[in-house]
T-cell receptor, first 113, second 116 residues
Framework: QKEVEQDPGPLSVPEGAIVSLNCTYSNSAFQYFMWYRQYSRKGPELLMY????GNKEDGRFTAQVDKSSKYISLFIRDSQPSDSATYLCAMPMIYNQGGKLIFGQGTELSVKP | NAGVTQTPKFQVLKTGQSMTLQCAQD?????MYWYRQDPGMGLRLIYY???????DKGEVPNGYNVSRLNKREFSLRLESAAPSQTSVYFC???????????????FGPGTRLTVT
């Protein structure tokens, strides 16, 4: 079993839809939970991160962590064609082993006008 | 600031050929990483360098070597390329330690490598 699992999709939604992207993880010691966005033929960029449980909102994006279920989500409200990208969840290895991250497989999202 | 730069952007190799992928960052980061990205596999760590002068294996190091030339530069070498090494390669860097959030990795634009 991978430490971080993510449904690779692809996911296609109409413009304006609410999008839910999810990851599960197996290591209960993870404390930080990150979402990267990767546009086609580009490198990933950090979108947002949360610490421990709870929600964090940034504009149309909300990151949610449920540590009891080992489940994290990224919600996108009023999705736009410019949100079309691959979204990767990531978690730092415990004890900060050289800053290494464990990535999910990434979910490819397409928002149709 | 250029951030993280990678050369070349594209490369086609024949099986058995060797090549070096170059990476440089101008953000004074101490840690640098090499990943490969394959469809459905996400980003897999090949090697990393937590600080100048140190390198360590990641998840998929076989067939690769690295050199941390100085604080700015971290190169990845394929000694004898195989078709299984066809992939997109990303270099990343971060500044570990300190009081601010230190897990954000900054990525280069990638190198698309095809081995025939």
């Amino acid at each position: 079993q991978k430490e971080v699992e993510q449904d690779p999709g692809p996911l296609s939604v109409p413009e304006g839809a609410i999008v839910s992207l999810n990851c599960t993880y197996s290591n209960s010691a993870f404390q930080y939970f990150m979402w990267y966005r990767q546009y086609s033929r580009k490198g990933p960029e950090l979108l947002m991160y949360t610490y421990s449980s709870g929600n964090k909102e940034d504009g149309r994006f909300t990151a949610q962590v449920d540590k009891s279920s080992k489940y994290i989500s990224l919600f996108i409200r009023d999705s736009q064609p410019s949100d079309s990208a691959t979204y990767l969840c990531a978690m730092p290895m415990i004890y900060n082993q050289g800053g290494k991250l464990i990535f999910g497989q990434g979910t490819e999202l397409s928002v149709k006008p | 600031n250029a951030g993280v730069t990678q050369t070349p952007k594209f490369q086609v190799l024949k099986t058995g050929q060797s090549m070096t992928l170059q990476c440089a960052q101008d953000m004074n980061h101490n840690s640098m990483y090499w990943y490969r990205q394959d469809p459905g596999m996400g980003l897999r760590l090949i090697y990393y360098s937590a600080s100048e002068g140190t390198t360590d294996k990641g998840e998929v190091p076989n067939g690769y070597n690295v050199s941390r030339l100085n604080k700015r530069e971290f190169s990845l070498r394929l000694e004898s390329a195989a078709p299984s090494q066809t992939s997109v390669y990303f270099c990343a860097s971060t500044s570990t330690g300190g009081r601010q959030f230190s897990y954000e990795q900054y990525f280069g634009p990638g190198t698309r490598l095809t081995v025939t």
